[in-house]
């Protein structure tokens, strides 16, 4: 089993749509989770930080549900230029982050 | 933006040839990080950083090595570059070590 598991997608939707991701991990004692986003052939971007209680940033909201040991990413009114791949991304053992392989979200017109 | 540079942007280059790929950061970051990237897949953590004089190999088996000499100066060398290690590299740095991590814009290595 990974360590870091993600639906690879793709998500095609239409603009205007809400979508949401699932993230699952390994490592109940993890502490650290992110969203980040990642565009064709450039580097990956700090999305969002996920914290216990949940958190929102516009149209992006991420929680954490550490019983079930996943994260989501949750995109509103979905633009074109969400058009990316999204990486999850946790501390699972040790002091070392690691990546998800990324679901990939198509927006279209 | 974050201000972490990288250099060369790509590299075509033949087997055998010994190359080293530049990252520098001017953020003060103690940490510091190499991934490996192939086209569609995940990042693979290759080497990091976590001081000056210190290095350590990460969780994908890599060929190269790394110094850190100097807090903001994380080269990647490979000393026989061979058609295997085509992919692209990226380069990041933390203030923290569960913190978020800023990237390069990344190496795209092509060796014929």
């Known amino acids: 089993r990974k360590e870091v598991e993600q639906d690879p997608g793709p998500f095609n939707v239409p603009e205007g749509a809400t979508v949401a991701f699932n993230c699952t991990y390994s490592?109940?004692?993890?502490?650290?989770f992110f969203w980040y986003r990642q565009d064709c052939r450039k580097e990956p971007k700090l999305l969002m930080s996920?914290?216990?209680s949940g958190n929102e940033d516009g149209r992006f909201t991420a929680q954490l549900n550490r019983a079930s040991q996943y994260i989501s990413l949750l995109i509103r009114d979905s633009k074109l230029s969400d058009s990316a791949t999204y990486l999850c991304?946790?501390?699972?053992?040790?002091?070392?982050?690691?990546f998800g392989a990324g679901t990939i979200l198509r927006v279209k017109s | 933006e974050a201000d972490i540079y990288q250099t060369p942007r790509y590299l075509v280059i033949g087997t055998g040839k010994k190359i080293t790929l530049e990252c520098s950061q001017t953020?003060?970051?103690?940490?510091m990080y190499w991934y490996q990237q192939d086209p569609g897949m995940e990042l693979h953590l290759i080497h990091y950083?976590?001081?000056?004089?210190?290095?350590e190999k990460g969780d994908l088996s890599s060929e190269s090595t790394v110094s850190r000499i100097r807090t903001e100066h994380f080269p990647l060398t490979l000393e026989s570059a061979r058609p295997s290690h085509t992919s692209q590299y990226l380069c990041?740095?933390?203030?923290?070590?569960?913190?978020?991590?800023?990237f390069g814009p990344g190496t795209r290595l092509t060796v014929l």
């Open positions: 990041a740095s933390s203030e923290y070590q569960l913190g978020e991590q800023f």
């Open positions: 490592n109940s004692a993890s502490q650290s």
């Open positions: 996920v914290y216990s």
């Open positions: 991304v946790v501390n699972v053992e040790g002091n070392k982050l690691v």
């Open positions: 953020m003060g970051h103690d940490k």
């Open positions: 950083s976590y001081g000056v004089n210190s290095t």
